[in-house]
């Protein structure tokens, strides 16, 4: 019986008749070809192994022409029997990311370099404008007068990203967002940094009360 | 096959009896339907408001996004579509079996116990109690007030079946049956905990494992609350609206029984690249692909039952509702197992993809039907005809505008943002390495976003004018008089050979058969995960948590830190550049509960032990704009002007003891004194800072909590 022929069952619920009318051929296939698709999905990954792993994949990503016939430190998954977690190796100070690099990954091409030169304004506009944003900004982590204290004392002789007023622009620009410093120079513009940066400068040597101790290398 | 002519069965029973449908019961959960399903969206419309204006939290931390959320999605869940399924049952499981509920009693008690149990909830969650857990986030003495209530449910299910007076259980029942089955064993299994007070318990189970129970919970909430009770209903309240026979019986045996079957087993596709063992992903995968059949199995009894009535879908709001319902099912029963393939997972987890998911569910399945139900019920309960047909079409057609509006934006912006977290440059650096910018990015959407949700809110306003206007005009008919013959003592089935409708005349063996289905799953991907502990090292290098990270820990949990940040790095290298080494399974091992969360509001927070000092967590959670503006987090001031309460501390390291973590023995006594030390320690770091604190702040816990995270097998 395979066409569709509405003859009414003799259920009745409440008044609710049904008919027994055929699966549709389409929704019958469709959930064998699933159960097909499954059935070979774990054949493909846990049993024959030839699937990547999903760590597999993670060291393809790093390095394009890994592969784990060529891995003398692959070991086998087992599936259930002898399981082990996927991310996890037994050292685990060994990682894919170490692998990578004593396998030597590309090295990351150097920082372009701001060839623009800069000279610190000077004027009381600028200054003040820039003396404004930082009290906005830049005051959370570097203090009201510069002292420090999230981040470094800006008024001593101590530099951790240079001293120059190109520096100070590179450093305010890009940040250090390893450390928690954001890169301004994705909110502000250039010339607003300029300002900022400036007014950095002038603030050198203050010696406001309650400095945060030197970091950096001295520059004299 | 036999023809409509044939003999009744029931026609050889016994005497005709008259008797009473309950309807008060089905008014009051109707009502109750209504009310928090108001409440359930309003919460959601704030906080979706909340994610570009974080202020609107008002400096409360009762009113914050983190602890509303959880709200949210319980009142939704458990008390709009738990509330819609009960008064679906109680009108259909009555007519279905022609028979009165078995107890007015016990549904009476079901009733305020259900309300009592949101309200307990509604209160509890904005104060922090929960297990972090998500929709499982009530904590254990309402757990057990929820299974009292729902097993009370229980037995006046059963005892309504029993005494029915229809000899065959139609597949609307089966589904009823298949829900309270499984809900009862989800909700005990996933709920097991140990207790510190009241208020504040741990779950038994730790880290993958914990993950691993919480899912198979969570998924298979949405598939035995939020999809058979509802497909059950479906069954009752479609071929009655639309007045046609259900298109095929023999569908409906064939995708009940797939479908509850294989449904079990796909929780696992919501942990795909995670820690939990690839061979249990791949299970979650499969599982998930080979549901669609049997999910639109459902689809097409729905659709297909309305062939002959189209004409009367252009004019009948309530077919209208219903059918956009069963469609946004078969959409998201479709979507569903496409975000379950790794490769689509890897850009849609953590991003607004998911969001966009479940509220076509949501939306579109659970509040559409219940919308159809309520208007088509409503005015048979009042004995009148619906108020106004225009406000129910101008409801309509507004909130499904609502759900476009919702859905769009998200789908928009969960794919944008999943693209720009994998993005490198030529360079190979990461294009975006600050998060922030792809969140600014998608806040537009975010904003659409809430429109949409408005539009679906004011829809729902006027149906509640409406509702409200008809039975007004109306008159309640509390006992409704039916009447049907006993059923005689012995039955001899007219048709030979088939064993499922034997199976419908059995209802104990119905329940039994049930079990065996859904136990399959849910054992065979559980037990070996647990059996296989010994088996998985530890890594030596991994330590429990101090004192006062673990107090710092259960602040975390409190203030739902969860809903926005997850702790857990997949292994891309997309990933692993931002956040540093992808998670494994050996960090979790004392995560009692794991906290690896399911959105990315904010970045991951695994490694960030070590990465900033302690003064920046400090400035940090005082006022995040601060260091970084544009933010969407909220400040958590109050944490740095709460005092700790460490005298829950020995307690908690007893619980964790209990739980199998290697504190030295004795070390409960050590403990305060270990952390006030700590505490000490921050809170001068703090000082020297700049900071003016002292030691007893709760914000210094969960720095300490912070700042261990992802420390323990840090790579250089």
């Known amino acids: ?220 | 096959m036999e023809h409509a002519s044939k003999v009744q069965d029931s026609k050889a029973d016994g005497n005709l009896e008259t008797f009473h449908y309950d309807n008060t019961i089905v008014r009051d959960f109707t009502i109750a339907t209504l009310v928090w399903g108001g409440v359930g969206m309003l919460v959601g419309l704030i906080i979706a408001i909340q994610l570009y204006a974080p202020s609107l939290n008002f400096g409360i931390p009762y009113l914050t996004f983190s602890r509303l959320r959880p709200l949210h999605t319980n009142a939704v869940i458990f008390a709009f579509v738990g509330n819609g399924i009960f008064l679906g049952v109680y009108y259909s499981l009555q007519r279905l079996c022609k028979a009165r509920m078995f107890s007015d009693l016990l549904s009476s008690i079901h009733f305020w116990g259900w309300q009592l149990i949101i309200v307990l909830a509604a209160v509890t969650l904005p104060l922090g109690m929960t297990t972090g857990k998500e929709y499982a986030e009530l904590e254990w003495p309402i757990d057990v007030l929820i299974a009292v209530i729902w097993i009370l449910f229980g037995i006046n299910l059963l005892g309504t079946i029993l005494k029915r007076r229809e000899r065959h259980m139609y597949v609307a029942i089966w589904f009823y049956i298949a829900t309270w089955v499984t809900v009862t064993v989800l909700h005990v299994v996933n709920s097991l905990a140990i207790p510190i007070s009241l208020f504040k318990s741990y779950s038994i189970y730790a880290g993958v494992q914990d993950a691993l129970v919480q899912w198979w919970y969570g998924h298979n909430a949405v598939a035995f609350f939020l999809t058979t009770p509802y497909l059950g209903l479906m069954y009752y309240f479609m071929p009655k609206a639309a007045d046609r026979p259900v298109y095929s019986y023999r569908l409906s045996i064939i995708h009940f029984w797939a479908l509850i079957f294989l449904y079990i087993w796909a929780g696992p596709h919501h942990l795909l690249y995670s820690a939990l063992p690839d061979w249990a992903q791949s299970l979650g995968t499969v599982f998930s692909i080979m549901l669609i059949a049997p999910s639109w199995g459902g689809l097409l009894n729905g659709l297909l039952t309305l062939r002959g009535a189209w004409d009367r879908v252009r004019e009948d709001p309530v077919l209208k509702f219903m059918v956009v319902a069963v469609t946004a099912y078969g959409m998201a029963t479709f979507e569903g197992p496409m975000l379950s393939i790794k490769s689509v997972n890897a850009l849609s987890h953590f991003t607004d993809w998911t969001i966009a998911h479940v509220h076509i569910g949501a939306l579109g399945w659970n509040g559409f039907l219940t919308f159809g139900i309520i208007y088509w019920l409503i005015p048979k309960l009042y004995n009148t005809s619906l108020y106004s047909k225009k406000m129910a079409n101008a409801h309509f057609w507004i909130s499904f505008l609502g759900i476009v509006f919702y859905a769009v934006p998200l789908y928009w912006a969960g794919i944008t943002q999943g693209l720009m977290w994998k993005q490198f440059t030529p360079d190979g650096m990461l294009q975006y390495f600050n998060f922030l910018e792809t969140v600014t990015q998608i806040i537009p959407m975010y904003i659409l976003r809430s429109i949409g949700g408005t539009l679906f809110l004011t829809g729902t306003s006027i149906m509640f004018y409406n509702i409200y206007k008809t039975a007004k005009q109306g008159k309640f008919l509390a006992d409704e008089e039916a009447q049907a013959p006993a059923l005689a003592k012995v039955y001899h089935a007219t048709q030979k050979g088939q064993y499922h409708r034997w199976l419908e005349r059995k209802p104990v063996q119905f329940y039994v058969a049930t079990l065996i289905a859904i136990l399959i799953g849910g054992a065979l991907e559980i037990i070996p995960t647990f059996a296989i502990e010994s088996n998985v090292p530890t890594i030596a290098s991994v330590k429990p948590y101090t004192p006062l990270e673990l107090q710092g820990r259960d602040i975390y949990v409190r203030e739902g830190c969860y809903t926005c940040h997850s702790q857990l790095i997949r292994p891309f290298r997309s990933e692993t550049e931002r956040y540093g080494e992808y998670s494994k399974a050996g960090e979790y091992v004392y995560d009692h509960p794991f906290q690896w969360g399911s959105k990315r509001t904010g970045p991951d927070l695994h490694r960030i032990g070590g990465k900033y000092p302690n003064s920046w967590h400090y400035s940090h959670m005082i006022d995040p704009s601060v260091l970084s503006p544009g933010t969407v987090m909220p400040s958590y001031v109050w944490l740095a002007v709460k005092t700790l309460d460490a005298s829950t501390t020995s307690a908690k390291i007893k619980a964790m003891m209990k739980l199998g973590v290697p504190y030295p023995e004795g070390y409960e006594d050590q403990a305060l004194a270990d952390l006030q030390e700590q505490a000490e320690r921050i809170a001068k770091d703090l000082n020297d800072a700049g900071f003016e604190t002292t030691a007893d702040k709760e914000l210094n816990a969960l720095i300490a909590y912070l700042q261990r995270l992802g420390t323990d097998i840090k790579v250089k």
């Open chain 1, 1 to 220: 019986m395979s066409e569709v022929k509405d003859e009414l069952l003799d259920h009745d619920y409440d008044g609710i008749r049904e008919y027994d009318n055929p699966l549709p051929p389409w929704w019958i296939n469709m959930f064998y070809i699933t159960i097909v698709w499954a059935v070979l999905y774990l054949l493909y990954f846990h049993v024959t192994e030839w699937g990547d792993r999903s760590i597999d994949e993670y060291k393809k990503e790093y390095d394009q022409t890994w592969s784990k016939d060529k891995d003398p430190n692959y070991s086998a998954p087992k599936f259930v029997v002898g399981y082990h977690a996927p991310y996890y190796s037994m050292k685990a100070d060994i990682t894919p990311k170490m692998i990578a690099e004593k396998m030597g990954k590309p090295e990351a091409p150097k920082e372009v370099e701001i060839i623009k030169d800069y000279v610190a304004l000077t004027d009381a506009g600028s200054i003040s404008k820039g003396k404004e944003m930082y009290l906005k900004t830049c005051v959370a982590c570097h203090g009201m007068l510069g002292e420090g204290g999230i981040g470094p004392n800006l008024t001593d002789d101590y530099w951790i990203h240079g001293s120059t007023i190109n520096d100070v622009v590179r450093t305010v620009t890009r940040g250090v967002p390893e450390k928690g410093m954001l890169a301004w120079g994705k909110i502000f513009g250039e010339e607003d940094i300029l300002k900022i940066s400036s007014y950095v400068l002038t603030i050198h040597g203050t010696n406001p009360p309650n400095p945060k101790p030197p970091q950096g290398s001295l520059v004299k």
